[in-house]
């Protein structure tokens, strides 16, 4: 008998390499077919494409986790380049720096406020759905091992066996003593 947590095997880095080159290869010839007047930057359409052929299961997460780890772990370095060319522009930041950070602040408030009410609007969504497909189909996520009460339909149930098993003492009791 295999054993069930046996760890799956990544792929070469190079291979992952090569996936995320390729993707950023499309993601590339994607971003030029955009109008000049909408630009849409090469890695949000690479992100955008990973996360696609993730979840439609076209690669493994395995094929390309190594790697992704790997770039997660120098982020911090990957955005100097950034920061240094906003020192370039340090005359701008001073004139505009407040409209900038104001702008950088409402649009993080924003952003989080339509994510959370997005969130919360599927999560209702899916709960409603769930419950219709389980009146409609009989069928839950619950196996026959998992108890289908509530700690409160429990704590009642075992209140009602106790009170039936107290009569049916005190009834025992009263047919003994009439003998």
Same mark, same amino acid.
């Given at each position: +008998? ?5 760890? !799956? ?8 390499? =090569? ?18 007047? *909408?630009?849409?930057? !090469?890695?949000?359409? &690479? ?8 979840? *439609?299961?076209? /690669? ?8 992704? &780890? ?8 990957? *955005?100097? %380049?950034? =920061?240094?060319? +906003?020192?370039?522009?340090? @005359? /701008? +930041?001073?004139?505009? =720096? *407040?409209? /900038? ?12 406020? !339509? ?15 769930? +419950?219709? @497909? ?6 839950? @996520?619950? =196996? %026959? ?15 009602? @066996? ?5 009569? $049916? $003492?005190?009834? !025992? ?7």
């Amino acid at each position: +008998m295999q054993n069930k947590t046996e760890k !799956t095997k990544n792929a070469p880095i190079l291979v992952q390499v =090569g996936i995320f080159a390729g993707i950023l290869f499309v993601s590339s010839l994607i971003s030029a077919l955009f109008p000049p007047s *909408f630009p849409v930057p !090469t890695p949000v359409i &690479g992100l955008l494409l990973l996360y696609l052929l993730l979840t *439609f299961k076209v /690669i493994k997460v395995e094929w390309v986790d190594s790697f992704g &780890g790997f770039l997660i772990s120098i982020i911090s370095f990957i *955005f100097v %380049p950034s =920061g240094i060319s +906003m020192l370039q522009s340090i @005359d /701008i +930041m001073k004139s505009q =720096g *407040f409209k /900038i950070l104001l702008v950088i602040f409402l649009s993080t408030i924003i952003m989080l406020v !339509t994510i959370y009410y997005s969130a919360d609007l599927l999560i209702k969504w899916r709960v409603k759905n769930k +419950m219709t @497909d389980d009146a409609i189909t009989g069928a839950s @996520d619950q =196996g %026959p091992w998992e108890n289908p009460w509530t700690e409160e339909e429990v704590a009642q149930h075992a209140k009602e @066996d106790a009170e039936a098993k107290l009569a $049916e $003492e005190q009834k !025992t009791n009263e047919s003994e003593d009439e003998e």
